[in-house]
Nanobody, 120 residues
Framework: QVQLVESGGGLVQVGGSLRLSCVAS????????MGWYRQAPGKQRELVAA???????NYANSVKGRFTISRDNAKNTVNLQMNSLKPEDTAVYYC??????????????WGKGTLVTVSS
C-alpha cells in the first residue's frame, strides 16, 4: 500500500503565497513521476506541475513563473511553492505519484486533496 499525505492548503489573499507538501509512504520500491493536479468546482482535474525522475519539470501555462515544484527523493516528498496567487487558483490540489512497490508494478497513486482558496 502507498499513502500520500498532503499539507499546506488554506485561505490566502490575492497575491499571497502558499507551499504545499506531499509525503509518500508505504512499500515503495521506486518513484517515477511526482506532481500536483487541481480541480476547481465544476471543472475537470488538471495538471498543475509535474516532475519526472531527474530535474525536468512540466507546468501548466497558467502557473508558469508563479509556481515551483520540487522533490526530495530521499524523503519521498514533493512540494509546490505557489506565489502571486490568483482567485482562479482556487481549487482542491491533489498530489500524484507513479511508483513501483515491492508487490506491484508502476501504478498511479493520489492523495486525498488539500483545499486552496484565494480570496480577492
Amino acid at each position: 500500500q502507498v499513502q500520500l499525505v498532503e499539507s499546506g492548503g488554506g485561505l490566502v489573499q490575492v497575491g499571497g503565497s502558499l507551499r504545499l507538501s506531499c509525503v509518500a509512504s508505504g512499500s515503495i520500491f521506486s518513484i517515477n513521476n511526482m506532481g500536483w493536479y487541481r480541480q476547481a468546482p465544476g471543472k475537470q482535474r488538471e495538471l498543475v506541475a509535474a516532475m519526472p525522475s531527474g530535474d525536468s519539470t512540466n507546468y501548466a501555462n497558467s502557473v508558469k513563473g508563479r509556481f515551483t515544484i520540487s522533490r526530495d527523493n530521499a524523503k519521498n516528498t514533493v512540494n509546490l511553492q505557489m506565489n502571486s496567487l490568483k482567485p482562479e487558483d482556487t481549487a482542491v490540489y491533489y498530489c500524484h505519484i507513479s511508483a513501483m512497490t515491492k508487490f506491484r508494478p508502476n501504478m498511479d497513486y493520489w492523495g486525498k486533496g488539500t483545499l486552496v482558496t484565494v480570496s480577492s
